[in-house]
């Protein structure tokens, strides 16, 4: 008997949790089979897909691991860096995103192309696009162009946006209640509380990442509240709770892309 196709992706990702499975440059994660390793734990402890940075470890989660794979690709580290390009984009389709992350902020993009232009050209490779945004506004100017799903991954990371320590949950519910896309929930969210918070909100899904896949910063906390004062400049900056740990990440590395 031929089994049953699986279930369109918005139907998998509903009420349902995405690890974030990336590692900052200079991070001792930041090996393609540790991150790889990190997508099967998150498997295996029932995530329901994975977000992945770069075309090597998007191929190689890929080839792994069996969840479906939302790739990004952070290239710079200001302005529009995450997925900046149709040339990023396609590069993820061909590594096998199923979902193609990208910054859909009212920011220009680095080639001058517009975000519309990304929509279509992953659309016809074959993916889905994720839009990374900051604002309702963002959020809205994204689904007419096409996103398949929008992400509050940047918010607290671009001008204009709050800045905050926990989960800008007021614009899931804002997200939530003006379009028909599906709203994942992403940054800073770090307690199982808080993501199932995201959802009452109105979340479609969530997106935990620093919380459940950076020990380098979770070990900062631990060991910073332990050694009060001075000695903590030798460990960098100091996170003092679980959810500020989840923000002083990178984006997309947890937090938008700064976590």
């Not at 949790?17 to 900052?24: E, G, T």
């Not at 200001?78 to 096998?96: K, Q, Y």
């Not at 959810?243 to 984006?251: I, L």
């Amino acid at each position: 008997m031929t089994p049953s196709p699986p279930p369109p992706l918005a139907e998998q990702f509903e009420g349902r949790l995405i690890v974030s499975c990336q590692a900052p440059p200079g991070d001792p994660m930041r090996h393609t089979d540790t991150l790889v390793r990190m997508a099967l734990a998150a498997r295996t402890g029932g995530a329901a897909a994975v977000r992945v940075n770069d075309p090597e470890v998007v191929a190689a989660t890929v080839a792994a691991v069996d969840l479906p794979v939302i790739g990004l690709w952070k290239d710079g580290d200001s302005g529009v860096f995450i997925t900046p390009t149709v040339r990023h984009a396609l590069a993820l389709v061909e590594a096998g995103a199923a979902v193609v992350a990208a910054d859909a902020t009212a920011r220009p993009r680095p080639d001058g192309s517009t975000f519309a232009e990304l929509v279509e050209a992953v659309h016809a490779a074959g993916s889905l696009v994720m839009a990374d945004v900051s604002t309702l506004g963002e959020g809205r100017a994204a689904a007419g162009q096409g996103a398949d799903f929008v992400g509050t991954t940047l918010s607290g990371y671009v001008p204009g946006s709050p800045v905050q320590d926990a989960p800008d949950l007021a614009l899931v519910t804002d997200l939530a209640g003006a379009l028909d896309t599906p709203v994942i929930a992403e940054g800073r969210i770090a307690t199982p509380e808080q993501a199932a918070r995201a959802l009452a909100a109105g979340a479609h899904s969530v997106v935990v990442g620093t919380a459940i896949t950076a020990p380098t910063a979770l070990t900062r906390l631990f060991a910073n509240a332990l050694a009060p004062g001075p000695d903590r400049a030798d460990r960098g900056p100091a996170p003092t709770r679980p959810d500020q740990a989840a923000g002083a990440g990178y984006v997309g590395y947890s937090t938008p892309e700064r976590a």
